[in-house]
Protein backbone atom coordinates (compact mmCIF):
# COMPACT_ATOMS: atom_id res chain seq x y z
CA UNK A 1 0.00 0.00 0.00
CA UNK A 2 1.67 3.75 -1.08
CA UNK A 3 0.18 5.44 1.42
CA UNK A 4 1.60 9.29 -0.41
CA UNK A 5 1.78 12.34 1.76
CA UNK A 6 1.80 15.55 0.14
CA UNK A 7 3.08 18.79 1.23
CA UNK A 8 1.38 20.70 3.61
CA UNK A 9 -0.71 24.12 3.04
CA UNK A 10 2.00 26.82 3.40
CA UNK A 11 0.67 29.84 1.23
CA UNK A 12 -2.05 31.84 1.91
CA UNK A 13 -4.69 31.01 -0.76
CA UNK A 14 -7.43 33.13 -1.69
CA UNK A 15 -10.88 31.12 -2.10
CA UNK A 16 -13.52 31.70 -3.97
CA UNK A 17 -15.28 29.08 -2.73
CA UNK A 18 -17.64 26.64 -5.11
CA UNK A 19 -20.86 28.01 -4.91
CA UNK A 20 -20.17 29.73 -8.26
CA UNK A 21 -19.62 26.59 -10.17
CA UNK A 22 -20.95 26.71 -13.58
CA UNK A 23 -23.63 24.65 -14.25
CA UNK A 24 -23.72 24.33 -17.71
CA UNK A 25 -25.59 21.64 -19.75
CA UNK A 26 -26.59 20.49 -16.44
CA UNK A 27 -28.68 17.35 -15.48
CA UNK A 28 -31.61 18.35 -13.25
CA UNK A 29 -29.58 16.93 -10.35
CA UNK A 30 -30.79 16.43 -6.52
CA UNK A 31 -33.48 18.20 -4.57
CA UNK A 32 -33.76 18.20 -0.76
CA UNK A 33 -36.55 16.75 0.69
CA UNK A 34 -38.32 18.30 4.11
CA UNK A 35 -38.57 16.34 6.78
CA UNK A 36 -42.25 16.94 8.38
CA UNK A 37 -41.57 18.41 11.53
CA UNK A 38 -37.57 19.46 11.35
CA UNK A 39 -38.54 22.93 8.96
CA UNK A 40 -38.39 23.28 5.69
CA UNK A 41 -34.31 23.09 4.14
CA UNK A 42 -32.84 27.13 4.24
CA UNK A 43 -31.19 26.06 1.33
CA UNK A 44 -32.91 27.07 -2.42
CA UNK A 45 -33.20 23.61 -3.98
CA UNK A 46 -30.64 22.62 -6.43
CA UNK A 47 -27.75 21.17 -6.41
CA UNK A 48 -24.42 23.01 -4.87
CA UNK A 49 -21.04 22.25 -6.63
CA UNK A 50 -19.78 21.64 -9.99
CA UNK A 51 -22.62 18.92 -12.25
CA UNK A 52 -21.81 17.38 -15.07
CA UNK A 53 -21.88 18.99 -18.71
CA UNK A 54 -24.06 17.10 -21.42
CA UNK A 55 -22.08 13.78 -22.43
CA UNK A 56 -19.12 13.99 -19.94
CA UNK A 57 -19.88 11.47 -17.79
CA UNK A 58 -19.35 7.70 -18.94
CA UNK A 59 -21.95 5.38 -17.98
CA UNK A 60 -21.56 3.11 -14.96
CA UNK A 61 -21.96 -0.60 -15.09
CA UNK A 62 -20.94 -1.66 -11.86
CA UNK A 63 -22.97 -1.50 -9.10
CA UNK A 64 -19.68 -0.96 -6.95
CA UNK A 65 -18.45 2.20 -7.81
CA UNK A 66 -15.06 3.26 -6.60
CA UNK A 67 -14.92 6.56 -9.09
CA UNK A 68 -16.78 8.45 -11.13
CA UNK A 69 -15.93 8.23 -15.38
CA UNK A 70 -15.62 11.43 -16.17
CA UNK A 71 -12.37 13.20 -18.07
CA UNK A 72 -13.01 16.76 -16.31
CA UNK A 73 -10.97 17.42 -13.37
CA UNK A 74 -13.76 17.03 -10.77
CA UNK A 75 -13.62 14.93 -7.20
CA UNK A 76 -16.08 14.08 -5.05
CA UNK A 77 -15.69 14.63 -1.24
CA UNK A 78 -17.51 11.88 1.23
CA UNK A 79 -17.68 11.97 5.11
CA UNK A 80 -17.98 8.56 7.10
CA UNK A 81 -19.16 7.78 10.70
CA UNK A 82 -20.65 10.45 12.54
CA UNK A 83 -19.52 11.24 15.82
CA UNK A 84 -17.80 14.30 16.35
CA UNK A 85 -20.77 16.86 15.28
CA UNK A 86 -18.60 19.95 15.09
CA UNK A 87 -21.48 23.39 14.38
CA UNK A 88 -18.46 24.84 12.97
CA UNK A 89 -18.14 22.18 10.22
CA UNK A 90 -21.52 22.69 8.96
CA UNK A 91 -21.46 26.30 8.94
CA UNK A 92 -18.58 26.24 6.54
CA UNK A 93 -20.40 23.32 4.28
CA UNK A 94 -23.48 26.00 3.75
CA UNK A 95 -21.68 29.14 3.25
CA UNK A 96 -19.09 27.93 1.10
CA UNK A 97 -21.65 25.55 -1.00
CA UNK A 98 -19.64 23.03 -0.58
CA UNK A 99 -21.07 19.47 -2.42
CA UNK A 100 -20.04 16.41 0.41
CA UNK A 101 -22.47 13.31 0.95
CA UNK A 102 -22.28 11.52 4.00
CA UNK A 103 -22.60 8.00 4.94
CA UNK A 104 -24.15 7.53 8.60
CA UNK A 105 -23.66 5.05 11.04
CA UNK A 106 -26.35 5.21 13.80
CA UNK A 107 -24.58 4.37 16.45
CA UNK A 108 -21.91 6.87 15.38
CA UNK A 109 -24.55 10.10 15.01
CA UNK A 110 -26.69 8.47 18.42
CA UNK A 111 -22.85 9.03 20.20
CA UNK A 112 -22.97 5.20 20.87
CA UNK A 113 -19.31 2.81 20.64
CA UNK A 114 -16.00 4.69 20.83
CA UNK A 115 -16.28 7.56 19.47
CA UNK A 116 -13.33 8.25 16.44
CA UNK A 117 -10.38 11.10 18.03
CA UNK A 118 -8.22 10.23 15.30
CA UNK A 119 -7.74 13.95 14.44
CA UNK A 120 -7.04 15.58 18.08
CA UNK A 121 -9.47 15.31 21.76
CA UNK A 122 -13.62 15.01 20.51
CA UNK A 123 -15.55 18.04 21.56
CA UNK A 124 -18.75 17.63 20.05
CA UNK A 125 -19.12 13.94 20.38
CA UNK A 126 -22.96 13.51 19.50
CA UNK A 127 -23.85 17.35 20.22
CA UNK A 128 -26.55 17.22 18.14
CA UNK A 129 -27.33 13.86 16.69
CA UNK A 130 -29.59 13.26 13.76
CA UNK A 131 -30.70 17.06 14.27
CA UNK A 132 -27.08 17.81 13.58
CA UNK A 133 -27.68 15.60 10.09
CA UNK A 134 -30.91 17.15 9.22
CA UNK A 135 -28.55 20.77 9.31
CA UNK A 136 -26.44 19.20 7.09
CA UNK A 137 -29.49 17.96 5.14
CA UNK A 138 -30.65 21.33 4.71
CA UNK A 139 -26.91 22.72 3.01
CA UNK A 140 -27.89 20.43 0.37
CA UNK A 141 -25.94 17.37 1.41
CA UNK A 142 -26.89 13.47 0.61
CA UNK A 143 -27.51 11.51 3.98
CA UNK A 144 -26.83 7.72 2.98
CA UNK A 145 -26.36 4.22 4.60
CA UNK A 146 -23.08 2.79 6.75
CA UNK A 147 -24.95 0.52 8.84
CA UNK A 148 -26.37 0.71 12.37
CA UNK A 149 -23.35 -0.38 14.05
CA UNK A 150 -20.67 -0.58 11.97
CA UNK A 151 -19.56 -3.73 11.79
CA UNK A 152 -17.25 -6.06 9.29
CA UNK A 153 -19.53 -7.06 7.13
CA UNK A 154 -17.71 -10.04 5.84
CA UNK A 155 -18.25 -11.85 9.23
CA UNK A 156 -21.92 -11.71 9.19
CA UNK A 157 -24.47 -13.62 7.54
CA UNK A 158 -26.78 -12.97 5.09
CA UNK A 159 -29.60 -11.95 7.50
CA UNK A 160 -27.55 -10.68 10.05
CA UNK A 161 -26.44 -7.90 7.01
CA UNK A 162 -29.54 -6.89 5.99
CA UNK A 163 -30.68 -5.69 9.34
CA UNK A 164 -27.77 -3.86 9.54
CA UNK A 165 -28.57 -1.99 6.43
CA UNK A 166 -32.19 -1.91 6.05
CA UNK A 167 -32.45 -1.01 9.97
CA UNK A 168 -29.83 1.91 9.09
CA UNK A 169 -32.08 2.82 6.14
CA UNK A 170 -35.30 2.85 8.12
CA UNK A 171 -33.71 5.36 10.66
CA UNK A 172 -32.28 7.87 8.11
CA UNK A 173 -36.09 7.63 6.26
CA UNK A 174 -37.28 8.73 9.68
CA UNK A 175 -34.70 11.07 10.84
CA UNK A 176 -33.94 12.49 7.59
CA UNK A 177 -36.43 12.53 5.60
CA UNK A 178 -35.18 10.72 2.73
CA UNK A 179 -34.23 7.16 2.26
CA UNK A 180 -30.35 5.95 0.74
CA UNK A 181 -29.79 5.32 -2.27
CA UNK A 182 -25.65 4.71 -1.51
CA UNK A 183 -23.89 2.25 0.39
CA UNK A 184 -21.06 2.45 2.32
CA UNK A 185 -19.65 -0.95 3.78
CA UNK A 186 -17.73 -0.52 6.53
CA UNK A 187 -13.70 -0.62 6.35
CA UNK A 188 -14.80 -0.93 2.85
CA UNK A 189 -15.41 -4.42 3.81
CA UNK A 190 -18.25 -6.64 1.62
CA UNK A 191 -19.37 -9.67 -0.12
CA UNK A 192 -22.29 -11.27 -2.18
CA UNK A 193 -24.43 -11.04 0.95
CA UNK A 194 -23.79 -7.34 1.14
CA UNK A 195 -24.89 -6.65 -2.39
CA UNK A 196 -27.97 -8.75 -1.94
CA UNK A 197 -28.73 -6.93 0.84
CA UNK A 198 -28.16 -3.26 -0.38
CA UNK A 199 -30.90 -4.19 -3.46
CA UNK A 200 -33.44 -5.67 -0.85
CA UNK A 201 -33.14 -2.69 1.32
CA UNK A 202 -34.15 -0.57 -1.94
CA UNK A 203 -29.99 0.96 -2.62
CA UNK A 204 -28.59 1.25 -6.23
CA UNK A 205 -24.65 1.19 -5.49
CA UNK A 206 -21.82 0.46 -2.95
CA UNK A 207 -19.53 3.32 -3.03
CA UNK A 208 -16.26 2.86 -2.27
CA UNK A 209 -12.93 5.52 -2.68
CA UNK A 210 -10.03 6.11 -4.43
CA UNK A 211 -7.84 7.89 -1.49
CA UNK A 212 -9.10 8.64 2.36
CA UNK A 213 -7.90 12.04 3.83
CA UNK A 214 -5.93 11.75 7.14
CA UNK A 215 -5.89 14.72 10.13
CA UNK A 216 -4.20 17.58 8.84
CA UNK A 217 -5.73 17.23 5.45
CA UNK A 218 -3.24 15.05 3.74
CA UNK A 219 -4.36 13.18 1.23
CA UNK A 220 -3.49 9.19 1.47
CA UNK A 221 -3.16 8.26 -2.15
CA UNK A 222 -4.15 4.29 -2.98
CA UNK A 223 -2.34 4.94 -6.39
CA UNK A 224 1.35 4.76 -6.60
CA UNK A 225 1.79 8.38 -8.62
CA UNK A 226 0.44 10.20 -5.48
CA UNK A 227 -1.93 12.57 -7.59
CA UNK A 228 -5.87 13.78 -7.79
CA UNK A 229 -7.53 12.49 -10.76
CA UNK A 230 -10.78 13.24 -12.17
CA UNK A 231 -13.39 11.44 -10.44
CA UNK A 232 -11.71 10.22 -7.65
CA UNK A 233 -13.82 9.81 -4.49
CA UNK A 234 -12.01 10.78 -1.03
CA UNK A 235 -13.32 9.37 2.07
CA UNK A 236 -12.81 11.97 5.45
CA UNK A 237 -14.06 11.28 8.40
CA UNK A 238 -16.41 12.86 11.56
CA UNK A 239 -13.31 12.94 13.65
CA UNK A 240 -12.36 16.06 15.62
CA UNK A 241 -11.03 19.55 13.79
CA UNK A 242 -12.61 18.31 10.83
CA UNK A 243 -13.68 21.61 10.16
CA UNK A 244 -9.82 22.87 10.24
CA UNK A 245 -8.74 20.10 7.91
CA UNK A 246 -11.43 20.77 5.38
CA UNK A 247 -10.63 23.82 4.48
CA UNK A 248 -7.06 22.78 4.19
CA UNK A 249 -7.96 19.93 1.88
CA UNK A 250 -10.64 22.14 -0.11
CA UNK A 251 -7.91 24.71 -0.84
CA UNK A 252 -5.35 22.09 -2.18
CA UNK A 253 -7.85 20.72 -4.30
CA UNK A 254 -8.37 24.34 -5.63
CA UNK A 255 -5.09 24.36 -5.76
CA UNK A 256 -4.45 21.53 -7.96
CA UNK A 257 -7.13 23.05 -10.48
CA UNK A 258 -9.42 20.63 -9.45
CA UNK A 259 -13.40 21.55 -8.77
CA UNK A 260 -15.44 20.09 -5.82
CA UNK A 261 -19.00 17.62 -7.79
CA UNK A 262 -22.05 16.98 -6.94
CA UNK A 263 -21.99 13.02 -6.30
CA UNK A 264 -25.81 12.66 -6.88
CA UNK A 265 -25.62 14.72 -10.08
CA UNK A 266 -22.86 13.08 -11.74
CA UNK A 267 -24.03 9.33 -10.45
CA UNK A 268 -27.32 9.98 -12.23
CA UNK A 269 -25.84 11.16 -15.24
CA UNK A 270 -23.77 8.17 -14.98
CA UNK A 271 -26.90 6.09 -14.92
CA UNK A 272 -26.93 5.21 -11.33
CA UNK A 273 -30.33 5.99 -10.44
ZN1 LIG B 1 -16.92 4.02 8.83
Known amino acids: MFWGR ?9 LTGCAQS ?8 STVEATPGSGAPTREAGPVGAVPRAGEVG ?10 PTKRKVVFLTIDDGWEQDPGFVRQVREQGIPITVFATRQAVEAEGTPDQSGGTARFVGAGKWGYFRELRDAGVSIEN ?4 H ?6 GAQAQQKELCGASK ?14 PPFGNYNQATLDAMR ?13 VQPGGKIAYQVPDKRLRPGDILL ?26 NLQAYLKAAGVR
Open 146 to 149: HTLT
Open 236 to 261: LHFRPNLDRDFRILVKKIKRRGFELG
Open 6 to 14: VAACGALVV
Open 22 to 29: VAQGTQGG
Open 200 to 212: ACGMKALLLWTAT
Open 171 to 184: VIKKEIGVRPVLFR
Open 59 to 68: RVTSEVISSV
Open 151 to 156: PNLRLL
